[in-house]
């Protein structure tokens, strides 16, 4: 069984950085996979946020400059670098495995793997 496993969240003020992982667990050719993160504030839709693969890297405008998405293929890993990070960052963080032929979307709809989430707080 395929699982996803986010971790890094927490509480961090505004300015401040953190970096989430999402280890994909489970018999998956991950090499073959892209991976992407999406985060939901309260009471709000799930977004796109980052995503890695088919070759490139791709960002939401609001992250673009500030969040770096990497993956770690040897490890089955992907990480999300935030930086500068604002209020309207606060969420909970999603990864998930994303259709490489729409990856440049960014769209929910299009992840058929997600995690647990992760919860980033970041507080002005």
């Known amino acids: 069984q395929v699982q996803l496993v986010e971790s890094g969240g927490g509480s961090v003020q505004a300015g401040g950085s953190l970096t989430l992982s999402c280890t994909v667990q489970g018999g998956l050719s991950y090499i ?15 977004k796109g946020v980052a995503a890695v693969g088919d070759g490139g890297t791709y960002y939401a405008d609001s992250v673009k400059g500030r969040f770096t998405i990497s993956r770690d293929d040897d490890k089955k890993t992907a990480s999300l670098q ?43």
């Open 82 to 124: 935030m930086n500068s990070l604002e209020s309207e960052d606060t969420g909970m963080y999603y990864c998930g495995t994303i259709d490489c032929v729409r990856i440049r979307s960014l769209l929910p709809e299009d992840v058929s793997r997600w995690g647990q989430g992760t919860q980033v707080t970041v507080s002005s």
């Open 32 to 46: 073959n996979y892209c991976m992407g993160w999406f985060y939901q504030a309260p009471g709000k839709e799930r």
